[in-house]
């Protein structure tokens, strides 16, 4: 489908437009059009820049200058003015409103997505615990490779947003989850037959570029269909698919590559995606279940429907762009670039989720060296030590969903405004700020002590409990504050944070060399430590520093 436009004009020549007052009849025209003449109706920018007003994203005010009457009357003036498409009166019961779905179908499409985006997380760090096996068989020692060949597919999550983000916003969501996933399994594929290490690298990279589109689409998804009180519960439970991957992957890994060998790693997890049980999980329930959610394209289709139905090219979308496709796209290619450098708030935030997110990738690539070579664990255990961390994520995810939301509905109750800043209270900021550079500490004296392997599991999962309440509580602060561009904000994020993921832990066994596994944890701890403080001054100012001048752009 092509991108929200502006229809194309049926008649060569048009009469001059009049412009006649509402009708108080009874009688409405049909449901989901206004009248609106174009020399009151200026329409600029992309379908994107459609300002809604919060918490009701998708139920504005009726647009003024509505035209009562029959519809005869309204097919007279057809070649007068424009027909605009809008939902259904009352707006909030328009069942093609995304927002407006029953429970049960919203829940549905979250978790669809939350289980398809298992998947990619899961492959991301599956080589890990297989990296010794693979670099003896394709005759490498490179110690960059070592780390490389399981970040560089975090590499393909910063590149990917900056294409995908985007076009989801013009294009539609459904359309990219069912394309990427279609071209994830089969990157994935061709890593399991890659015969060198060039070949490895960049198929590891064109699955983490596809995969990532489940990741960085699906907080846009929520926002279209949630409204904001109950955002932070469901954000927190698609959360589940893409945190239990990381953890999950190098499990099986470690198991299959030390039965079958590590192309067994990628080839049974290209099987487990066509099998009767997994296929339905990653392209026919997204085939089958996901529906079309974002506004824009949602009453786009309207209108070409009603278009075609009536034969009158003048419906359209009151979210339509009168710009051309082209410079539509390249508005919206750029625009995760621009709001990571020119909104502040994104700026700073991206920067801290990148950073922790580096360093849980340098663990990630590091573990097994830490657990074969200080406490002699096989390559199937190494797998186990990602446990840990996984459950103290899940604790972290329950935390977070429990106080996000919680904050929210109590705000009202007080007589309080809601505001995206209300994603960070202290009870969320604080443990999550403090906890991971604690979990690093603990980690990293107890492996160079050589304590019992327990104590720096319980690290790891200090440190999985406190990176999920920075990572839950700034994705739902940016989405409910860049709501109407959630998807790109969210791509600003994944592009940070995935060039951090990729590059961090390329230098992550020469730093564990040079100063031990102690100092080099506390070094890293440190540097956590330095933007603790973040997520407490924008929960506490942020919303002056969005009202500041300087934050104000066009996107």
Known sequence: MPPPTGPKRCFEKHTPEVFQPPDSSPENLEAGFTIEPKDQKEKAGDATEEKFEEPSANHPSPPSHTTRGSHSETIE??????????????????????????????????????????????????????????????????????????????????????????????????VIYNITNVLFLCFNVLCAVSQNTSMLLAFRFLSGFAGVATITIGPGTIADIM????????????????????????????????????????????????????????????????????????????????????????????????????????????????????????TVMCTYVAILYGILYLL?????????????????????????????????LFYVGSFSDRTLKNRPIAGQTVTPEDRLPAIIALPGSLAFPVGLIIYGWSAEKHVHWIVPQIGTAITGFGSILIFVGIQTYLVDAFVEYAASVIGANALLRG??????????????????????????????????????????YGSRIRAWRGSQIKL
Not at 283 to 290: A, N, R
Not at 367 to 372: A, E, K
Not at 377 to 387: E, K, P, Q, R, W
């Open 227 to 346: 409204p904001r009180e109950k955002r932070g519960k469901a954000i927190s439970v698609w959360s589940i698919g893409t945190i239990l991957g990381p953890m999950i992957g190098p499990i099986i890994g470690g198991y299959v590559a030390e039965v079958a060998g590590w192309r067994w790693m990628f080839g049974v997890t290209s099987i487990a995606c066509t099998d009767d049980v997994q296929i339905a999980v990653v392209t026919i329930l997204t085939f089958l279940i996901l529906t079309e959610t974002y506004p824009a394209v949602v009453l786009e289709r309207k209108a070409a429907r009603l278009r075609k139905e009536t034969g009158n090219c003048n419906y359209r979308s009151k979210l339509a762009s009168d710009l051309d496709p082209a410079v539509l796209f390249k508005r919206s290619i750029i625009r995760p670039v621009k709001m990571l450098v020119c909104c502040p708030i994104v």
């Open 499 to 540: 060039t951090a993921g990729a590059f961090i832990p390329l230098g992550g066994l020469n730093l564990y060399v040079a100063l031990g596994w102690g100092w080099g944890n506390t070094l890293l701890a440190f540097v956590a430590l330095l933007f603790a403080p973040m997520p407490w001054i924008f929960g506490t």
């Open 364 to 396: 990630f690539t590091t573990y097994s060296f830490v657990f074969r070579d200080v406490y002699g664990f096989s390559t199937s255990a190494t797998g186990l030590v990602f446990l840990a961390g996984g459950l103290g994520t899940l604790l972290g």
């Open 77 to 174: 003036q057809d070649d007068r003015s424009e027909l605009v498409v809008w939902w259904d009166e009352p707006y909030d019961q328009d069942p093609e409103n995304p927002m407006n779905w029953p429970s049960k179908r919203k829940w549905v499409n979250i978790i669809t997505i939350s289980v398809t985006g298992f998947l990619v997380p899961l492959v991301s760090s599956l080589p890990a615990p297989g990296v010794e096996l693979i670099m003896d068989d394709l005759h490498t020692n490179s110690t960059k490779f070592a780390t490389f060949v399981v970040s560089i597919f975090v590499l393909g999550f910063a590149c990917g947003p900056l294409i995908l983000a985007p076009m989801s916003e013009l294009y539609g969501r459904v």
